[in-house]
């Protein structure tokens, strides 16, 4: 079994902690490891060798992980330029198959989070052990609430139960919804949100990418012939750029009749989407006023507050509530926390000022 | 005629842009002068050549008083020890004395702002050139609101008429009252509040020392002794820190038989006392939304915002109301602007912790 951590991502979500070259993958904001890491110490008991574990990271990135890694055997796979995860989950699907024919293997974001992990590891293990060819697997969260933020799966009939844990057929992938839609399908009880966590064969994706995107399946088997030669890198480069940049979702999830099979989860997961989630998250740091103060600092009189210091300055606060403080050494951002989804927008609008 | 500015103070109002060693009066934060340079320049056409003017500091300014100074010939006075106005004044009184003789004399603080600059000129003029032997002139303002931060002088009768100004005669001087003798002072009509701008010959105020003060005064003498010795220094220095702590208003004025005089001005003045009070003084940078924003930066969807930033970080804010940020290249301040007169709290707090 392999297990690929898809790490390509470059989001201004958690700006300005994180930048186009560091993005939040790379940041660490639940503890003192970054996600990445986080991520790869919460999956690797589920493989036999840590090269089995295939981070799939983008150029600009290499240094960093490198540095973030350097005491593991972890396998680096590097992408030219970033095609979203159709192209990266080809790529490390040719890697595994150059080494391992039709081996199993799940893919999964690099930068979520997760509260139970043994929870979490029992049911990758049944997502992997149970494939067939032809079948896709993925992991579903039972809702808590009314996300809007969330990609949904609508659940058809059970097909098993295996270990506590049960598969649905997956009727169809549904699109962030309306906080009307949310609602009801948080009242219905027959969704779950899409983590983005994926387990098939080789030959499995490889055949559904050879259907529904069959440009990115030549460029594949290009790369594929190159494997191991001194062509690799020039290879890559010059058929990468062309590919076009779709997600497995809608390039082929939507549209595939293979069977596709969601498991039923419930392990405390996020997908860690903004500063305000984040802020939820760490809620073993709150104080007693619902503040988080992550800085060398002092609080007076503050309710529900969020402070994330990555200088040395001192920070102060006096009677504020429900805001943010992201204080880095070149940027402050001061915000509403239940605004903090919209600090994409004040990314959008420095780079429309060449502030950035 | 002498003008005496009395810049010995070191607030912690304006933290964390004022600091001990460099206090509010040397701040830019109206314009791009200091306070006390902006009070040198609004009177220095009230006295024949700049010497007349006199600055009195404490030691650890003098540094960045004689280079704001540099281009002037004001003189410079200098006290080794902060001992409140009683003993500046009477320092300075000794000092014309000495130089002139029984000369008129204006005292005012270094750090207030002043709107209307000639109505002010106008109203000093006629506190010294009305002045007689053994009066003391001071000028009061006419209360705009039922303010519990300034102390009052409540009026006599009307004594004079002087170009447009009306001269009573001050019944008492009263300290910061509670709202409610606030407010009855407002409806009364009869205080005003205490600039603390005050006018006398130097016999007059030395006999009131004097009287009031013998301690001081003996002082006073020693040092008037030394003036223009190589002795000034060390005789000064041992004096000096056995004088009183105490303020013009508390030792002589509430309790002298001399007639003193009030002068009604109303010229718009504030002492500057808080970051909010500076907020609303700088009306004319606001935006349409009550944003002041004096720094690099960007603002998205804020509602009476302060921002003042002296570091070249990019300062970036969002969906905030009522919100003062002070960005300083070591310490950042973010607070409730209603609670700004707080901010002494938050000093207080951090010496006890050891983290100032």
């Known amino acids: 079994m392999y297990i690929v951590i898809m790490a390509g991502g470059s989001g201004t ?35 036999k060798k840590e090269e089995n574990i295939i981070l799939v990271i983008n150029q600009i990135h290499k240094e960093i ?18 095609r979203n995860t159709a192209a990266c989950i080809g790529l490390a699907a040719m890697h ?47 809702p808590t609430r009314p996300e809007t933020a969330y990609g949904y799966i609508e659940l058809g009939k059970k097909i098993a139960r295996i270990k506590d844990i049960t598969l649905y057929k997956v009727k169809k992938f549904v699109e962030k919804p309306d906080m009307k839609k949310a609602a009801s399908f948080l009242y219905q009880g027959n969704h779950l949100w899409n983590t983005g966590i994926f387990a098939f064969k080789t030959n499995t994706i490889l055949k559904e990418i050879h259907t529904f995107l069959p440009d990115l399946y030549n460029g594949l088997t290009k790369i594929e012939n190159s494997i191991g030669t001194e062509k690799y890198d020039a290879v890559l480069k010059n058929v990468y750029e ?8 809608y390039g082929i999830l939507e549209k595939t009749k293979t069977s596709i099979c969601a498991l039923k989860g419930d392990f405390g997961w996020s997908d860690v989407g903004s500063w305000q989630s984040l802020y ?15 800085c ?56 429309k000022k060449e502030k950035l």
Request: charged share 25%; with cysteine.
């Open 13 to 47: 979500r958690f700006w300005p902690a994180s930048k186009e070259d560091y993005p939040k993958q790379f940041l660490n904001i639940i503890s003192d490891k970054s996600l990445i890491e986080e991520t790869f110490c919460r999956v690797k008991s589920l493989v």
């Open 65 to 82: 992980t490198e540095k973030i890694f350097k005491k593991h055997n972890v396998k680096i796979i590097v992408e030219p330029f970033s």
């Open 96 to 142: 595994i198959k150059k080494e391992a024919g039709n081996a199993p293997f799940i893919v999964m974001p690099a930068d979520h989070f997760i509260a139970n992990h043994k929870a979490f590891k029992s049911i990758l293990q049944v997502a992997a052990n149970s494939l067939k060819d032809n079948q896709i697997n993925t992991i579903g969260i039972v």
């Open 242 to 249: 062309k590919f076009e940049s779709v997600s497995i979702d």
């Open 280 to 294: 939820l998250l760490r809620l073993n740091e709150m104080d007693s006023s619902g503040n988080i103060l992550d």
């Open 296 to 351: 060398n600092g002092l609080n007076m009189e503050c309710k529900n507050i969020f402070v994330f210091s990555r200088s040395n300055r001192l920070i102060t606060t006096l009677g504020l509530k429900d805001t943010l403080i992201v204080d880095m050494p070149d940027t402050l951002l001061v915000a509403d926390i239940n605004k903090s989804q919209d600090v994409r927008k004040i990314v959008e609008e420095l780079k």
